[in-house]
């Protein structure tokens, strides 16, 4: 069975998309990536070291924008014109590359998205040719708005950046989705294997991770263990589950032909 | 050095003896040739194809951004 995404009118295989920050050094980020099987990778914007050694790796040294779809976010900005000014600059550094992560944080703390600058950046974004992919709140309404102002993907939180606390409000999460047109992708929050599945299940089109796989004990492993569960949580979302039937049990082998 | 010309790269200050330079040389300048990067010149974009048309002045504010791990 062909089960692709589709983002911007660019098809990929896989539904799980990383971040690239937090590894202990390039390497390791390049396996846990390979492990994942993720084609969608986050990249920051930030200034250059002015003095560093000219043959210093860089990220792209390992993971070269031929094999993976780079995702420049605009982590770290607190206004729609810092984003809107990061995501021009990423557009100049990877050649006209349009496809962007937006996020607008309202506070270091909960690094909570700002909605209001976040639409406003957004519109903005939309109208320069940007195909935007939104790190938003929870709230369907926003994620309506959003999706309407054009962005090409919405991106809800599950709970907070980075605290690995899973999805606190699924119910948000299922109203999002049958509100979408567009894909919806879970982006933060997501801890272990079991949280992504539970994403896909509730028929998010892709799960968007960087702490859950560059914080475990093992991240590559835990790279392997994402993939699986996102593969996992998709195919049960299309298989559809089995309604839940409480109080109502129901044997699964013959009532008929016991012995005795 | 007779310092002639003062630009403000990534918020440290570099001087330069001569008065005037082209965006190409300050990346010659700064060993980024080769190197994926964007500038920013007193907050607009300098596109890599005017790199060597582009004249930096006294006073001008530069960014030079690369890509990071992030998430």
């Not at chain 1, 600058?117 to 790190?135: H, P, Q, R, S």
């Not at chain 1, 309407?148 to 989705?177: E, F, H, K, R």
């Not at chain 2, 907050?43 to 504010?61: C, F, H, M, N, W």
Request: aromatic share 4%; with cysteine.
């Amino acid at each position: 069975m062909i089960d692709q995404l589709v983002i911007a009118g660019k098809t990929y295989g896989s539904r799980l998309l990383v971040g690239t920050g937090k590894y202990q050094d390039f390497k390791e980020t390049r396996a846990a990536i390979d492990a994942s099987g993720a084609e969608i990778v986050t990249v920051a914007i930030r200034r250059t070291n002015i003095g560093q050694h000219a043959d210093e790796p860089s990220l792209l040294d390992y993971l070269p924008p031929e094999e993976f779809t780079y995702l420049p976010n605009t982590a770290g900005c607190y206004s729609a014109d810092d984003a809107v000014r990061t995501l021009r600059l990423a557009r100049e550094l990877l050649d006209g590359h349009t496809l962007v992560k937006l996020e607008v944080l309202g506070d270091s703390k909960t690094l909570y998205p700002n909605v209001i600058e976040t639409i406003a950046a957004a519109k903005t974004l939309v109208k320069e040719g940007f195909d935007v992919m939104v790190y938003t709140s929870d709230d369907p309404i926003i994620a309506k708005q959003l999706e309407d102002i054009g962005c090409c993907a919405v991106m809800p939180l599950a709970s907070l950046i980075g605290s690995g606390m899973g999805i606190l409000n699924p119910w948000n999460l299922q109203i999002i989705i049958e509100n979408a047109t567009v894909p919806v992708l879970v982006d933060a929050g997501v801890g272990t294997a079991s949280d992504a599945a539970i994403a896909m299940e509730l028929g998010c089109a892709g799960i968007l991770m960087n702490t859950a796989i560059a914080a475990a004990n093992n991240p590559v492993l835990m790279a392997s263990a994402m993939k699986k569960s996102v593969e996992a949580g998709r195919e049960a979302y299309l298989a559809g589950r089995m309604a839940k039937k409480l109080y109502t049990a129901s044997p699964s082998s013959p009532t008929t032909g016991m012995i005795g | 050095m007779i310092v002639k010309m003062q630009l403000v790269v990534n918020g440290n200050i570099k001087q330069f003896d001569v008065s005037q330079m082209t965006v190409a040389q300050l990346v010659s300048e700064l060993q980024f040739v080769g190197k994926r990067i964007a500038v920013e010149c007193n907050g607009e974009i300098v596109p890599k194809s005017q790199y060597a048309q582009s004249i930096l002045r006294d006073g001008d504010t530069l960014e030079v951004v690369g890509a990071v791990g992030g998430g």
